[in-house]
């Protein structure tokens, strides 16, 4: 429950910071200009993902019939979401990573060249594991 009432309030946060009505109906500092649209966007985003962690939540306690696509369908959309920020999150923060230097070299380009592709890689084998252990504990349809 705690996942659906966060995420409400990060959605009606990002709508009032875009709207930009927070400095004059709160009396606090406009955070548009901090933030950006792109940042608020992600805020949205987060409130969203939060919704339907609750949600999926509520059906897997529930007991329905269709736990195991809701396992599933929980775990892809983890693995999906941490494939995006391993491919597209990590070479875009390069230039923050390029500050640590490994025998002259810098991180972001290790990160870029190598780390990403064991990351996914990774991240195939612990998705594919998971996967076999809910087909084992649930009947599939």
Not at 31 to 41: D, N, Q
Not at 58 to 70: D, F, M, S
């Amino acid at each position: 429950m705690i996942e659906l009432g966060l995420g409400a309030l990060l959605i009606a946060g990002a709508i009032v910071v875009a709207m930009g009505t927070a400095s004059a109906a709160l009396g606090i500092v406009d955070l548009l200009p901090l933030l950006g649209y792109g940042g608020v966007a992600l805020v949205a985003a987060l409130g969203a993902l939060l919704c339907a962690a609750g949600l999926t939540r509520r059906a897997l306690k529930r007991g329905t019939a269709h736990r195991h696509g809701l396992r599933s369908g929980r775990l892809t959309a983890t693995a999906l979401i941490v494939a995006v920020g391993l491919a597209i999150g990590l070479p875009l923060a390069a230039d923050l990573l390029n500050l640590v230097r490994i025998e002259g070299f810098p991180l972001g380009y290790y990160l870029a060249a190598q780390g990403v592709l064991i990351g996914l890689v990774v991240l195939a084998f612990v998705w594919a594991g998971r996967q076999n252990r809910i087909d084992a504990e649930e009947p599939g349809p």
